[in-house]
Protein backbone atom coordinates (compact mmCIF):
# COMPACT_ATOMS: atom_id res chain seq x y z
CA UNK A 1 0.00 0.00 0.00
CA UNK A 2 1.49 3.51 -0.88
CA UNK A 3 -1.52 5.76 0.38
CA UNK A 4 -3.60 5.19 3.27
CA UNK A 5 -5.75 7.21 5.58
CA UNK A 6 -4.08 8.55 8.80
CA UNK A 7 -5.01 7.24 11.95
CA UNK A 8 -3.84 7.06 15.34
CA UNK A 9 -2.71 3.49 14.97
CA UNK A 10 -0.35 4.39 11.91
CA UNK A 11 0.29 7.52 12.07
CA UNK A 12 3.73 8.18 10.23
CA UNK A 13 5.67 11.48 10.38
CA UNK A 14 7.41 11.09 7.01
CA UNK A 15 4.11 9.76 5.14
CA UNK A 16 1.87 12.25 6.24
CA UNK A 17 4.40 14.98 5.00
CA UNK A 18 4.96 13.18 2.01
CA UNK A 19 1.25 13.27 1.18
CA UNK A 20 0.01 16.84 2.57
CA UNK A 21 2.73 19.34 0.80
CA UNK A 22 1.23 22.17 2.34
CA UNK A 23 1.39 20.71 5.92
CA UNK A 24 5.42 20.66 5.11
CA UNK A 25 4.70 24.60 4.05
CA UNK A 26 2.98 25.43 7.69
CA UNK A 27 6.00 23.44 9.34
CA UNK A 28 8.67 25.69 7.68
CA UNK A 29 6.78 28.84 7.98
CA UNK A 30 6.54 28.00 12.05
CA UNK A 31 2.89 28.08 12.09
CA UNK A 32 2.69 24.52 13.08
CA UNK A 33 4.99 22.47 15.25
CA UNK A 34 4.98 19.27 12.91
CA UNK A 35 2.81 16.83 10.93
CA UNK A 36 1.54 15.37 14.32
CA UNK A 37 0.62 18.03 15.81
CA UNK A 38 -1.77 18.72 12.56
CA UNK A 39 -3.18 15.95 12.79
CA UNK A 40 -4.10 15.95 16.27
CA UNK A 41 -5.36 19.53 15.73
CA UNK A 42 -7.29 19.41 12.02
CA UNK A 43 -5.80 16.95 10.22
CA UNK A 44 -7.61 14.04 11.70
CA UNK A 45 -10.44 15.45 10.88
CA UNK A 46 -9.65 16.57 7.62
CA UNK A 47 -9.39 12.82 6.46
CA UNK A 48 -5.79 13.59 5.61
CA UNK A 49 -3.58 10.89 3.90
CA UNK A 50 -0.25 9.19 4.67
CA UNK A 51 1.90 8.41 1.66
CA UNK A 52 5.10 5.89 1.69
CA UNK A 53 8.05 5.85 -0.81
CA UNK A 54 7.70 4.43 -4.11
CA UNK A 55 10.74 1.94 -2.33
CA UNK A 56 8.11 0.03 -0.62
CA UNK A 57 7.14 -1.68 -3.99
CA UNK A 58 10.28 -1.82 -6.37
CA UNK A 59 10.86 -5.77 -5.80
CA UNK A 60 6.97 -6.26 -6.43
CA UNK A 61 7.01 -4.26 -9.48
CA UNK A 62 10.01 -6.44 -10.66
CA UNK A 63 8.58 -9.45 -10.08
CA UNK A 64 5.19 -8.47 -12.02
CA UNK A 65 7.74 -7.33 -15.53
CA UNK A 66 9.10 -10.84 -15.09
CA UNK A 67 5.86 -11.87 -15.15
CA UNK A 68 4.45 -10.25 -17.76
CA UNK A 69 7.48 -10.31 -20.16
CA UNK A 70 6.14 -13.27 -22.04
CA UNK A 71 2.90 -12.26 -22.60
CA UNK A 72 4.42 -8.33 -25.07
CA UNK A 73 3.55 -8.26 -28.25
CA UNK A 74 7.26 -8.86 -30.07
CA UNK A 75 6.27 -6.33 -32.66
CA UNK A 76 6.34 -2.55 -30.72
CA UNK A 77 9.57 -0.92 -30.04
CA UNK A 78 9.72 -0.39 -26.25
CA UNK A 79 12.04 1.10 -23.36
CA UNK A 80 12.56 -0.79 -20.14
CA UNK A 81 13.28 1.90 -17.59
CA UNK A 82 13.25 1.53 -13.80
CA UNK A 83 9.76 1.38 -12.99
CA UNK A 84 7.89 0.16 -15.84
CA UNK A 85 8.24 -0.85 -19.71
CA UNK A 86 7.83 1.38 -22.25
CA UNK A 87 5.83 1.32 -25.00
CA UNK A 88 4.64 5.33 -25.58
CA UNK A 89 6.94 5.68 -28.81
CA UNK A 90 6.63 9.21 -30.39
CA UNK A 91 5.07 8.15 -33.47
CA UNK A 92 2.30 6.64 -30.68
CA UNK A 93 2.21 10.18 -29.19
CA UNK A 94 1.82 12.02 -32.09
CA UNK A 95 -1.01 9.35 -33.36
CA UNK A 96 -3.09 9.87 -30.15
CA UNK A 97 -2.40 13.45 -29.03
CA UNK A 98 -0.56 12.30 -26.20
CA UNK A 99 1.19 15.20 -24.03
CA UNK A 100 2.54 15.38 -20.74
CA UNK A 101 0.67 16.43 -17.82
CA UNK A 102 1.26 17.28 -14.29
CA UNK A 103 -2.67 16.10 -13.62
CA UNK A 104 -2.38 13.19 -11.24
CA UNK A 105 -5.47 10.68 -11.39
CA UNK A 106 -5.28 8.53 -7.98
CA UNK A 107 -8.46 6.74 -7.28
CA UNK A 108 -9.21 3.63 -4.97
CA UNK A 109 -11.21 0.79 -6.33
CA UNK A 110 -14.41 0.38 -5.17
CA UNK A 111 -16.24 -3.02 -4.10
CA UNK A 112 -16.90 -4.74 -7.62
CA UNK A 113 -13.71 -3.87 -9.05
CA UNK A 114 -12.03 -5.55 -5.37
CA UNK A 115 -14.22 -8.61 -5.95
CA UNK A 116 -12.85 -9.20 -9.66
CA UNK A 117 -9.23 -8.43 -8.05
CA UNK A 118 -9.84 -10.74 -5.42
CA UNK A 119 -11.84 -13.61 -8.08
CA UNK A 120 -8.63 -13.73 -9.99
CA UNK A 121 -6.13 -13.21 -7.08
CA UNK A 122 -3.87 -16.18 -8.78
CA UNK A 123 -4.43 -14.89 -12.38
CA UNK A 124 -3.65 -11.52 -14.29
CA UNK A 125 -5.71 -8.59 -14.81
CA UNK A 126 -5.48 -5.47 -16.83
CA UNK A 127 -5.98 -2.00 -15.16
CA UNK A 128 -6.28 -0.38 -18.36
CA UNK A 129 -5.52 3.21 -18.03
CA UNK A 130 -4.86 2.50 -14.29
CA UNK A 131 -4.00 5.91 -13.10
CA UNK A 132 -2.17 5.89 -10.06
CA UNK A 133 -3.24 3.15 -7.39
CA UNK A 134 -2.80 3.58 -4.15
CA UNK A 135 -2.54 0.32 -3.75
CA UNK A 136 -0.17 -1.95 -6.03
CA UNK A 137 -1.93 -5.61 -6.23
CA UNK A 138 0.52 -8.46 -7.65
CA UNK A 139 -2.18 -9.68 -10.20
CA UNK A 140 -3.16 -6.47 -11.83
CA UNK A 141 -1.40 -4.79 -14.24
CA UNK A 142 -1.07 -0.93 -14.31
CA UNK A 143 -1.14 -0.31 -17.69
CA UNK A 144 -0.74 3.67 -18.51
CA UNK A 145 0.38 6.41 -20.61
CA UNK A 146 1.80 8.24 -17.24
CA UNK A 147 4.72 6.82 -15.43
CA UNK A 148 3.46 6.76 -11.95
CA UNK A 149 4.98 4.94 -8.93
CA UNK A 150 2.64 2.28 -9.88
CA UNK A 151 2.50 2.08 -13.39
CA UNK A 152 3.83 -1.05 -15.06
CA UNK A 153 3.47 -0.76 -18.78
CA UNK A 154 3.00 2.36 -20.43
CA UNK A 155 1.41 3.01 -23.72
CA UNK A 156 -2.06 3.81 -25.67
CA UNK A 157 -5.23 1.65 -25.12
CA UNK A 158 -5.85 1.44 -28.84
CA UNK A 159 -2.43 0.11 -29.55
CA UNK A 160 -2.28 -2.55 -26.19
CA UNK A 161 1.41 -4.04 -26.26
CA UNK A 162 0.14 -7.18 -24.91
CA UNK A 163 -0.77 -10.59 -26.94
CA UNK A 164 -3.66 -12.56 -27.30
CA UNK A 165 -5.27 -13.70 -24.86
CA UNK A 166 -3.04 -12.91 -22.69
CA UNK A 167 -5.70 -11.47 -19.14
CA UNK A 168 -8.04 -13.46 -17.22
CA UNK A 169 -10.05 -10.04 -17.13
CA UNK A 170 -9.37 -5.86 -17.91
CA UNK A 171 -10.27 -3.24 -15.71
CA UNK A 172 -11.48 -0.02 -17.63
CA UNK A 173 -12.75 2.57 -15.09
CA UNK A 174 -13.15 6.39 -16.24
CA UNK A 175 -10.87 5.57 -19.13
CA UNK A 176 -12.83 5.82 -22.79
CA UNK A 177 -14.14 8.87 -21.95
CA UNK A 178 -10.49 10.45 -22.11
CA UNK A 179 -9.23 7.60 -25.00
CA UNK A 180 -9.64 9.45 -28.76
CA UNK A 181 -10.74 6.01 -30.07
CA UNK A 182 -12.75 4.29 -27.64
CA UNK A 183 -13.47 2.13 -30.69
CA UNK A 184 -10.52 0.74 -31.01
CA UNK A 185 -9.80 1.15 -27.68
CA UNK A 186 -12.57 -1.99 -26.98
CA UNK A 187 -11.43 -3.85 -29.69
CA UNK A 188 -7.95 -3.92 -28.09
CA UNK A 189 -9.54 -4.87 -24.46
CA UNK A 190 -10.91 -7.91 -26.14
CA UNK A 191 -8.31 -9.23 -28.04
CA UNK A 192 -6.14 -9.21 -24.93
CA UNK A 193 -8.75 -11.15 -22.97
CA UNK A 194 -8.63 -14.98 -22.60
CA UNK A 195 -11.64 -16.77 -23.46
CA UNK A 196 -14.25 -16.45 -20.93
CA UNK A 197 -12.40 -13.52 -19.55
CA UNK A 198 -14.35 -10.89 -17.75
CA UNK A 199 -14.35 -6.87 -18.36
CA UNK A 200 -15.61 -4.41 -15.72
CA UNK A 201 -15.93 -1.20 -17.81
CA UNK A 202 -17.08 2.14 -16.28
CA UNK A 203 -17.43 5.70 -18.14
CA UNK A 204 -19.45 8.99 -16.83
CA UNK A 205 -22.85 9.79 -18.51
CA UNK A 206 -23.73 13.01 -16.57
CA UNK A 207 -20.44 14.20 -15.76
CA UNK A 208 -18.99 17.59 -16.58
CA UNK A 209 -16.02 18.20 -18.73
CA UNK A 210 -12.70 16.42 -16.66
CA UNK A 211 -9.39 14.74 -16.33
CA UNK A 212 -6.08 14.09 -17.89
CA UNK A 213 -6.09 16.11 -20.29
CA UNK A 214 -8.37 15.27 -23.27
CA UNK A 215 -12.26 14.33 -22.47
CA UNK A 216 -13.60 13.22 -25.35
CA UNK A 217 -16.55 11.27 -25.11
CA UNK A 218 -19.28 10.86 -22.20
CA UNK A 219 -21.58 7.76 -22.98
CA UNK A 220 -25.04 6.00 -22.65
CA UNK A 221 -25.56 2.01 -21.50
CA UNK A 222 -26.49 2.06 -25.04
CA UNK A 223 -23.21 3.92 -25.85
CA UNK A 224 -21.08 1.77 -23.57
CA UNK A 225 -22.41 -1.63 -24.74
CA UNK A 226 -22.12 -0.41 -28.78
CA UNK A 227 -18.64 -0.30 -28.19
CA UNK A 228 -18.15 -4.00 -26.87
CA UNK A 229 -21.36 -5.37 -28.29
CA UNK A 230 -19.60 -7.48 -31.41
CA UNK A 231 -16.46 -8.48 -29.42
CA UNK A 232 -17.68 -9.48 -25.76
CA UNK A 233 -21.68 -10.90 -24.52
CA UNK A 234 -22.64 -7.95 -22.81
CA UNK A 235 -24.38 -8.18 -19.49
CA UNK A 236 -27.00 -5.70 -18.49
CA UNK A 237 -25.74 -2.66 -17.47
CA UNK A 238 -25.94 -1.68 -13.34
CA UNK A 239 -26.15 1.19 -11.74
CA UNK A 240 -24.72 0.98 -8.25
CA UNK A 241 -23.80 3.26 -5.17
CA UNK A 242 -20.94 4.97 -6.68
CA UNK A 243 -22.42 6.10 -10.05
CA UNK A 244 -25.53 6.73 -8.70
CA UNK A 245 -27.24 9.96 -10.27
CA UNK A 246 -26.32 11.86 -6.98
CA UNK A 247 -22.74 11.89 -7.94
CA UNK A 248 -23.15 13.39 -10.88
CA UNK A 249 -25.63 16.28 -9.16
CA UNK A 250 -23.32 16.84 -6.51
CA UNK A 251 -20.65 17.43 -8.60
CA UNK A 252 -22.02 19.71 -10.98
CA UNK A 253 -23.64 22.04 -8.24
CA UNK A 254 -20.22 22.18 -6.25
CA UNK A 255 -18.36 23.19 -9.47
CA UNK A 256 -21.06 25.88 -10.71
CA UNK A 257 -20.83 26.92 -6.79
CA UNK A 258 -16.69 27.72 -7.45
CA UNK A 259 -17.48 29.19 -10.32
CA UNK A 260 -19.06 31.78 -8.65
CA UNK A 261 -17.49 35.06 -6.45
CA UNK A 262 -19.03 36.67 -3.11
CA UNK A 263 -22.32 37.39 -2.70
CA UNK A 264 -23.67 35.62 -5.99
CA UNK A 265 -22.27 32.73 -4.76
CA UNK A 266 -23.55 33.09 -1.50
CA UNK A 267 -27.01 33.57 -3.42
CA UNK A 268 -26.59 30.43 -5.01
CA UNK A 269 -25.99 28.27 -1.96
CA UNK A 270 -29.15 29.91 -0.37
CA UNK A 271 -31.49 28.69 -3.62
CA UNK A 272 -33.63 26.00 -3.09
CA UNK A 273 -34.19 23.25 -5.23
CA UNK A 274 -38.00 24.24 -6.04
CA UNK A 275 -36.06 27.39 -6.94
CA UNK A 276 -34.18 25.67 -9.71
CA UNK A 277 -37.29 23.61 -11.46
CA UNK A 278 -38.74 26.76 -14.02
CA UNK A 279 -37.79 27.12 -17.66
CA UNK A 280 -34.18 27.40 -18.07
CA UNK A 281 -35.10 30.15 -20.19
CA UNK A 282 -36.33 31.69 -16.83
CA UNK A 283 -32.65 32.05 -15.47
CA UNK A 284 -30.81 33.19 -18.40
CA UNK A 285 -30.13 36.87 -17.16
CA UNK A 286 -29.52 35.69 -13.42
CA UNK A 287 -26.28 36.37 -11.57
CA UNK A 288 -25.41 33.03 -11.17
CA UNK A 289 -25.94 32.16 -15.09
CA UNK A 290 -24.35 35.09 -16.50
CA UNK A 291 -20.94 35.08 -14.11
CA UNK A 292 -19.50 31.67 -14.87
CA UNK A 293 -16.59 32.36 -16.94
CA UNK A 294 -16.31 30.64 -20.63
CA UNK A 295 -14.39 27.44 -19.11
CA UNK A 296 -16.71 26.94 -16.33
CA UNK A 297 -19.69 26.76 -19.07
CA UNK A 298 -17.69 24.65 -21.19
CA UNK A 299 -17.45 22.27 -17.96
CA UNK A 300 -20.52 22.09 -17.15
CA UNK A 301 -22.53 22.92 -20.37
CA UNK A 302 -25.57 21.14 -21.79
CA UNK A 303 -24.73 19.82 -24.62
CA UNK A 304 -21.74 20.70 -27.65
CA UNK A 305 -21.55 22.24 -30.51
CA UNK A 306 -18.88 22.67 -33.10
CA UNK A 307 -19.50 24.78 -36.74
CA UNK A 308 -17.00 23.70 -39.80
CA UNK A 309 -16.34 23.42 -43.71
CA UNK A 310 -14.91 20.88 -45.48
CA UNK A 311 -11.61 21.84 -47.29
CA UNK A 312 -11.30 22.70 -50.48
CA UNK A 313 -8.04 21.07 -50.95
CA UNK A 314 -4.61 19.49 -49.10
CA UNK A 315 -3.40 23.11 -48.31
CA UNK A 316 -6.68 24.74 -47.05
Given at each position: M??A??T?DN???D???R????VV?AV????V?S??A????I???????L?Y??A??????????ER???L??A?????E???????L????????D?V?????????????A??LI???R??LI??????????????????E?????????RGVG?V???A??S???V??I??L??V????Q????I?R?????????CC????????G????Y??M???????LF??H??V?RG?????????????W?L?S?????LG??RQ?FL??RIG??L??????L????????S??????????TV?FA????G?R?
Amino acid sequence: MLEALATEDNFDEDAYLRANPDVVDAVRAGGVDSGRAHFAAIGKDERRSLKYPPALIAEAKRRKRERIRPLLRADMPSVETQGCLDFLSPELRAQFDIVDTEAVSSNGYDGHAMALIDEYRDGLILDCGAGKRPVYFDNVVNFEIVDYDTTDVRGVGEVLPFADDSFDAVLSIAVLEHVKDPFQCAREIARVLKPGGRLMCCVPFLQPQHGYPHHYYNMTAQGLRNLFADHLIVGRGQVYDSILPIWSLTWILRSWAEGLLGETRQDFLDLRIGDLLEDPAHYLQQPFVTELSADKNQELASATVIFARKRYGSRD
